[in-house]
């Protein structure tokens, strides 16, 4: 649990300016950094504790390499570098393999000897669970599920049955995916359940954080394609389709046959209205509410900055009233345009 | 697994076009429906599909019927048609029963002998479980709950004590029912716990979706009433009173004591202040937040839908000085009012 | 479990009008009150009950007391002294101590012989328990996290690993502490995991509602101070800080690295953009979004009222042209401002 600056340099594949034979130990920010650990400057907002850091290095784009009193690896994406030295030098816990004695195993299940199935998880008939899988513990995996290759399951997370996937996943405790989603027909004011008999299908390196949700297709799959990453008590509905490498913030909805297209961004709390497409490369600002289809790249927002109160009530006062303001202008404007002519 | 056509139309009291005795074995959309599929048209935005269906029948509107290629079985309301339709068709998971030797069961529970109490369920002392309930694993049952006949509970569901729950509930999984509300007083500053003594009532046929959770009143109930319908992530307050057949989207949140009138239909990601009353038949659309009681049936809104990141910002800046320009205009029309009549 | 309304009086501060031999067995609201059961008035809303309420007493301030028709206990904060009475007359279940056969124990934990740890529990290596703490059932703890004395953990809490909890916490049902914060580097088009390294510290007396959801650090720790209290479904991101005796109503997200004041209260729904300062004693009404640092005291708004949907469908499509309206406006005036001074 130990690099060399010069090997670590080169693994990030940036530009060393110090001793290439220092002992890099631990990552730490700019502030909390001390002898043996590496920092990293990524957002401009901190380049003021670059100069009296106590990091044995940081890593920074060129530009600011000047500034730092201490050994530099520089590289065109900070964020990204430090991402990998972290993951480089912390210890990961040691995978774990077998079936703990608590769990419960239904009828033709395969498990990956490498595998390993937390205490107290349960799972059902015709479960196949790939190699390397981690299962914490309380995990739930319904009937004929497949886990690919080293998934990642924190405590309690519920797959229900049919849900395929793939390998790398991570899903963070408490997280639900396969749930039944919220179809109901309407019949003389009663409200009738429509079976939802389609699964869900997620692709590899998948990530989707603590308490989020997401239900199976009505008929067909609900999809999140490789590389899209879910924060915290995110909500996708039945039939949603995600693309790959999209990002979701968290407390964001998703409403049924939703499509989100490749490398998009979603903002926290986002509203997603259902049956609309959204195009590739799209940012959602946060608290935002998406009523219609995005065709064009771009960055859209419908969240309201927060004001004082009082000045808030009184324009809240006059959004309420605006279109006849608007009307009222019109008529001004009329009344002024002969004149103007006069 | 399968159904005359003839006989699928007398079940969902429909007219038929085609041959009764064409077997019919399962759903599917009108794209991916083939032989031996009944496909429907629900949502006039999937017409286009029609033509080319290749569907064994479709359920749908009679004004529609001349426009598809097989048979048809028409019908006023072919969604809750379809509904019945994927019932009969779809294959339910057969019912269990017992008691899996790792669940924990308290003193004094009268359990059915029909119902299944899944693996590592824990039921505390007293606790009543009705005829034909299926708790799937991993559920927690508080002292002294009751659950009605028919209910099924998903994994990893929480109902603390003194819930009383009727017949045929549906929570999925990850529900949690009679947690303590967020009763507080401040006192000097500090937060002081207000004890939360009442419980939690929810009628028959009532649904909660992945993630919900539904407090425990402070003195008196919160309650559900038959039929109502609660998608994934919905947060219901205590004493919160919600009426028959009302339907709520994923991630809203209810505030306490407020009471929701029967056959309303709450939008994804609303907010409903506390203490304030909603009468029936109300629709809020997503992303509105209700201050005031609503006393009118009808629709009601606040969700402002995304525009362009660049506009929006100029516009919500002019928002935050709408008083303003609201005054500016007032002042025009004064000046402009004398020589109008001049 | 009773007490003698002079007792009573005693023991809340107030002054009683009234037998102070006179036994109160139970608390109730002024509607359901009835002989034995001492009421309250904290809400002015409810003043109309006062008169008619069949209570053996009441506790209220004392310019209310004439309207009340039996015995009252006069106080200045009569939520408070209600939340008292309640504590005081209410069975809180009895505690229970030792280990669950059906728990699954790490090696080198600490679990304190007064502390219970229910069934299906799993605590994982290192990990302390203190006096009192009770986990009701379901709940994970990860390695070397510590509990501090007389905790209260409902069902199927996830704590994770290296996180540390002050005394009489109390955890709803399904609240997940510690879980990675989305922490991601795009490289690329790609997201990169950043590994979160930091845990979580939690004061003492903090109360976190059921679902709610709390992330690790990504460097340093995430930080809810003593007495701070959420309520269900809130989403706390990595790196956040929470001052001391702050509310956060339901549903609300605070985004990472963000930081709360003391003595604050976050409306439900409420969404606060990350890396910006909230100071103490602000007051954020419900569903605004707080984009910028506020550095003073006060009520801050941008949630906006329902309004009739057709009305709102005309005032938001003006709003969405605002901008325009307000150059228009503009024009006007300058267009009348020569008229003016002709």
Redesign the interface.
């Known amino acids: 649990m130990g690099l060399a600056l010069g090997e670590l340099a080169g693994l990030l594949g940036g530009d060393l300016h110090g001793d290439p034979d220092c002992i890099i130990g631990s ?3 700019l502030q ?1 950094a001390g002898q043996g650990a590496i920092s990293f400057l ?2 401009r ?1 901190y380049r003021k504790y670059l100069t009296a850091t106590r990091a044995s290095a940081v890593i920074l784009e060129a530009a600011f390499a000047d500034e730092c009193p201490t050994a530099t690896i520089t590289v065109a ?1 900070p ?2 570098a ?3 030295a ?2 480089l030098l ?1 210890a990961l ?1 040691a995978k774990r393999r077998g079936v ?1 004695p ?1 769990a ?1 195993i239904g009828a033709g299940c395969e498990i990956a000897s490498s595998a390993w199935v ?3 998880c ?1 799972i059902e008939d015709g479960v196949a669970i790939a190699d390397g899988v981690q299962l ?3 995990c ?1 995996i ?2 004929d599920s497949r886990l690919g290759a080293d998934c990642v399951f ?3 997370v ?1 797959v ?2 049919g849900v395929r996937i793939g390998e790398r996943v ?1 899903l ?3 997280v ?1 995916i396969g ?2 989603g ?6 003389h ?7 939802q ?1 389609g699964g869900v299908c997620i692709g590899n390196d998948v ?1 989707v ?3 989020s ?1 997401i ?1 199976r297709g009505s ?2 799959d609900t999809i999140i394609a490789d ?1 899209a ?1 879910l ?3 995110v ?1 996708v ?1 039945h039939n949603v389709r995600i693309g790959a ?1 999209t ?1 979701i ?3 964001a ?1 998703i ?1 049924g046959s939703a499509r989100i297209g490749s ?1 998009c961004r979603i903002g ?2 986002a ?1 997603i ?1 259902g ?1 609309l497409e959204i195009t590739d490369h799209v ?10 289809s ?1 065709t064009r790249p ?26 006849r ?2 009307r ?2 019109r008529k ?2 009329q ?2 345009a002969p004149s ?1 002519t006069d």
């Open positions: 990552v730490a920010s909390q990524a957002n907002a994406n964020y990204a430090y991402a990998r972290a993951s912390s816990p703990h608590s419960v937390g205490p107290h349960i914490a513990g309380g739930f319904g009937r924190h405590a309690n519920v229900s049955h991570v963070h405790p408490g639900v749930s039944d919220f179809g109901l027909a309407n019949e004011g009663h409200w009738l359940k429509v079976p008999l990530d954080g603590a308490g949700t239900d008929l067909d590389g990453k924060d915290n008590q909500r509905a490498h990002a913030a968290a407390c909805g409403s490398h926290g709390g509203g209205l049956h940012v959602i600002t946060a608290m935002t509410l998406v009523t219609k995005i771009g960055v859209y927002s419908s969240g309201f900055p927060a004001q004082e109160n009082a000045s808030w009530n009184r324009n809240a006062a006059r959004l309420r009233r605006l279109d303001l608007a009222k202008m001004l404007e009344q002024l103007a």
